[in-house]
């Protein structure tokens, strides 16, 4: 056999071998395939993936106030003033605010609420406390979860800074008081009950200090 058949047959191996693997990495196609179709995106879905442009919508407040209202104009005040404020994360943050105010009052342990408490709430809540204490009153209770959470109404002072939310909370928990033998005076270990609120936290936007504190009650 002569060297150019060699050649010939060697190459066209190579051309064989190169094919299969082309095959194997990128698939075949056999028949009439659909084509591709286009990704759709809803209003919802364009509305949501909207940056602040021109002075365009921005979607971190119009999910939680309507454009143009008063608590809107507030919320955009608050974030001028301080970019990295996002409301959405702000509500979070106030979810567990809410988890651990209510759980260190109904445990008593006040201590630990202090950065977060205005004062004259400090002060009610630890009125509560020793009226309960003076009485042998005791308080078991397991937090079970947050059912709701609205923001309700948000105001900015643009000669203070000072920004102030106010958000509906609809808690679940389970609650039990007892006097000093142990008997029960009020709840019931195995009945979950829905707590409603209205809290309002305030904060001087731009400050070092970045904690709310929860300066006013109400159901």
């Given at each position: 056999m002569?060297?150019?058949?060699i050649?010939?047959?060697?190459l ?5 071998f ?5 095959r194997?990495?990128?698939?075949s196609?056999d028949?009439?395939?659909k ?14 993936g909207?940056?602040?442009?021109d ?8 999910d939680?106030a ?7 104009k507030?919320?955009a ?34 201590d ?7 004062r ?33 109404s948000a ?7 000072e920004?102030?939310?106010t958000i ?16 029960v005076?009020e709840?019931?270990?195995?009945e ?15 400050a070092?200090?970045?904690n ?6 109400g159901?």
């Open positions: 002569s060297s150019a058949v050649q010939l047959l060697v066209a191996g190579i051309a064989i190169l094919i299969l693997r082309l194997d990495v990128l698939g196609r028949g009439f395939e084509p591709v179709a286009p990704v759709v995106q809803t209003r919802d879905d364009l509305r949501r909207l940056e602040v442009i002075g365009g919508p921005d979607a971190d407040i119009t939680h309507p454009e143009g209202s008063a608590t809107a507030a919320l005040a608050m974030k001028s003033e301080e970019p990295s404020f996002n409301v959405t994360e702000f509500l979070r943050g106030a979810r567990g605010a809410y988890e651990m105010i209510v759980m260190g009052f109904e445990k008593g342990a006040m630990d609420l202090v950065p977060f408490l205005a004259d709430v400090y002060d009610t809540f630890q009125s509560v406390l020793e009226e309960r204490e003076a009485r042998g009153l005791s308080v078991q209770a397991q937090f079970v979860g947050i059912r709701e959470l609205s923001l309700i105001s900015f002072d643009h000669d203070t800074r920004a102030e939310v509906r909370f609809v808690g679940e928990l389970t609650s039990v008081m007892r006097d000093a033998e142990g008997n005076v709840g019931d270990a195995n979950i009950r829905r707590q409603k609120d209205i809290w309002t936290f305030a904060r001087k936007m731009g070092q200090n970045p709310w504190q929860l300066v006013a009650t159901e």
